[in-house]
């Protein structure tokens, strides 16, 4: 099993950036594809970001790619999103996701964080 926690959220200016970050605890980090969702809007799933497997092969949404970087550090057990030129419809709350598979999908896999909120204002 793998616990999740993120942080990194907080309030940000349009065209700001800001690095999420997710800490993995529990053992063989490195055969987890860790992903980044959103929440979205109410009723409906929580909306992919992207994946980064653990070789470092990573999948993005097509709407933020050019914007957004997922990288890991499997030393450290940790994931990161890099979210640049921000805009408001950013404001979410983002998740961190785990899945015991080097296969990247869009699809998540059975382990949340809590989430870390993110909010775009001016």
């Known amino acids: 099993q793998v616990q999740l926690v993120e942080s990194g959220g907080g309030l940000v200016q349009p065209g700001g950036s800001l690095r999420l970050s997710c800490a993995a605890s529990g053992s063989s980090f490195r055969f987890y594809t860790l992903s980044w969702y959103r929440r979205g809007p109410p009723g409906k799933q929580r909306a992919f970001i992207a994946?980064?497997?653990?070789?470092?092969?990573?999948i993005y949404e097509d709407s933020v790619k050019g914007r957004v970087t997922i990288s890991r550090d499997n030393a450290k057990n940790t994931v990161y999103l890099q979210m640049d030129s921000l805009k408001l419809d950013d404001t979410d709350v983002y998740y961190c996701?785990?899945?015991?598979?080097?296969?990247?999908?869009?699809?998540?896999?059975?382990?949340w964080g809590q989430g870390t909120q993110v909010t775009v204002s001016s």
């Open positions: 994946s980064i497997n653990g070789g470092g092969a990573t």
């Open positions: 996701n785990a899945r015991r598979s080097f296969l990247l999908t869009k699809e998540p896999g059975d382990y």
